[in-house]
């Protein structure tokens, strides 16, 4: 059965997203010191305003190094109870900008080869926004390339799934993308470990790089449990699924292109009290 995924979610990236898009890569510089071929990237998935640039540079990157055949995006899982991880099946997504077709022979194949730990659940996808915010961004900087969405519960083997997608797409042309925000911080989440001011946002940069350093290191089977013990990302799942992808094609490390959060993007004035932190990664 063919789906279309319309846009639920505009109020994340309103406006005109081609312009913001275009605004948002004229700060991209291609990366040096990663490497000739790029395999892999994790993202965050807020609001535009906030982590939108440092998405779309980050994808820029990806794709400069990689060229892809098709893309599979690994999404975090905010509102579902998900005993395993959810493949969109067949169809398309809506975007502002038009459609971006599902691979959905590959989704096919992902389903039967990963029998057990994936499952056909498009109805799953519709009270995530983790991936939506990046289709914009994959229309405009990957033109014509299908995707595979999935969304990757940090409890269902996500180390696991993204090892047996690396081997089953090993030379095919594939790149996986991952969708997380980092630290949560401030008494809207409830979590002020540090307090407020200048030290507690230090804190919360540190806390970001106790993952990033996980991921950088392609240490995927630590991320769910350092997210689940410190707080400091929403999607441990794609990201530790992301990294064991990159570690199967060949990838020797990640690098860090960017790590900022909403207080300092958003120049917020006064005393910090509350952030949600963002950084790209290429493997």
């Known amino acids: 059965m063919r789906n279309t995924r319309p846009m639920l979610f505009r109020n994340f990236y309103p406006g005109d997203c081609k312009r ?35 998405a779309a540079r ?23 109870r998900l005993a395993v991880s959810a493949a969109y099946p067949s169809g398309e997504w809506e975007t502002p900008l038009g459609p971006v077709a599902v691979a959905e022979e590959l989704a096919a194949e992902v389903h039967r080869e990963l029998d057990g730990l994936v499952e056909m659940n498009a ?48 030379g095919r042309g594939a790149v996986a993308v991952a969708s997380t925000d980092l630290t949560h911080y401030g008494a809207r989440f409830d979590f002020t470990p540090a307090g407020a001011g200048e030290n507690a946002h230090e804190w919360m940069r540190e806390n970001d790089r106790r993952i990033l350093d996980l991921a950088t290191r392609l240490n995927a089977g630590g991320i769910p449990r350092e997210a689940l013990i410190h707080r400091n990302a929403c999607g441990s799942g794609a990201l530790a699924a992301v990294t ?11 690098t860090v ?13 006064g005393p910090f009290e509350m952030a949600v932190g963002y950084a790209g990664i290429l493997f």
């Open 20 to 54: 913001q898009i275009d605004e948002f890569l004229a700060a991209y510089r291609p990366p040096e010191d990663v490497g000739a071929r790029a395999t892999a990237a994790a993202v965050p998935h807020a609001g535009w305003t906030y982590s939108g640039g440092v």
């Open 58 to 80: 980050t994808l820029k990157a990806l794709a400069d190094g990689a060229n892809p055949e098709v893309l599979i995006l690994l999404g975090a899982v905010h509102r579902e």
């Open 123 to 170: 109805g799953a996808h519709d009270s995530e926004h983790s991936l939506e915010v990046l289709l914009p961004f994959v229309h405009e900087i990957f033109p014509e390339v299908p995707v595979l969405p999935l969304m990757i519960p940090p409890e269902a083997s996500p180390e696991e799934i993204g090892k047996r997608l690396g081997m089953l797409l090993a």
């Open 244 to 254: 064991a992808f990159a570690r199967e094609q060949g990838a020797r490390k990640g």
């Open 257 to 269: 292109l960017e790590h900022t959060d909403s207080y300092t993007v958003g120049g917020e004035k």
